[in-house]
C-alpha cells in the first residue's frame, strides 16, 4: 500500500512538472522543482531551531503531537478502508 502511493504520488508530481515544463520552459521548471525539497529541509531547521531555543524542545514536539496524532488516525482509517474493500 504505501509503496504504490509513494509511485503513483511521485508519477503525478513528474507529470505536473512536465506539463507546466511544457508551457513555462522546462528549465525554468526544473530548476523550481529541484530547489523546493532543499529550501524546504533548510527554512524548517531554521524555524524549528529557533522556535525550540525560544520555548523549549519538549514543548515544541507537544505542540507537533495533535497533527501527528491526526496523520496517524488518517492513515489506519485507510488501510482498514482498504482491507475492507479487499475482503469484499
Do not use: C, N
Request: net charge positive; proline share 3%; aromatic share 10%.
Amino acid at each position: 500500500m504505501t509503496y504504490d502511493l509513494k509511485i503513483r504520488g511521485g508519477t503525478l508530481y513528474l507529470t505536473r512538472v512536465a506539463r507546466v515544463g511544457a508551457r513555462l520552459g522546462q528549465g525554468k521548471v526544473s530548476g523550481v522543482a529541484m530547489l523546493a525539497p532543499p529550501l524546504g529541509a533548510v527554512t524548517g531547521t531554521i524555524f524549528g531551531g529557533l522556535l525550540g531555543q525560544s520555548v523549549g524542545l519538549q514543548l515544541v514536539f507537544l505542540l507537533f503531537l495533535p497533527a501527528f496524532m491526526w496523520l496517524a488516525w488518517r492513515q489506519w482509517r485507510a488501510g482498514a478502508a482498504e482491507v475492507h474493500q479487499a475482503t469484499r
